[in-house]
């Protein structure tokens, strides 16, 4: 090794988008429909806003953007279901998180991808628009500062529901989520 080479860099990290795979999507709609049971609709609703594909991994590929309609975050899920793989790629910004904006005043926090699509599912299931709301995920519990981060973004957001998992990790985010929030 030489000197450089241990050193870290401080440069902000590209984020470089994964190749898109088989356009038709069958392994996604495959994995998400059938093992995850998310609604058609939603999935295809995710496709057509271009939140997702596949990628030539055959894995999901969620993408999140910001403001300005720049990309911001990549997060991946395996569609094998016997082996599990979850992975953000390089460079995106926590400090938003992966954001769908309905242009609603109700923004719905939840930890991961597949958790959106599954919240989702439950509303239209329960006969609600879940167009009505928009969507913060984390991608993963200790990212919850982008709750506040979204707040100041959209000053139109009257109502945060916290829908972070039932464990250890989601019940201390909701706390931290809550406590940030009262500053």
Known sequence: LNAHSSR???????LIVPPVGDPKMQCVKAYLNKSRKIDKDI???????KYLYEDDHRNCVFIGYDETGKVNFVNKRGTNTFKRFVQDVPGCDY???LYINNNSDKMIVVESSVEALSVMTILKLKGRNFLDFNYLILSGTEKYQATKRQLEIHPNITHAILALNNDDAGWTANRQIKDSLAE
């Open 95 to 97: 400090e938003k998180g």
């Open 43 to 49: 999935i295809q609703y995710f496709i057509d806003k």
């Open 8 to 14: 870290k860099s401080t440069e902000p990290v590209q």
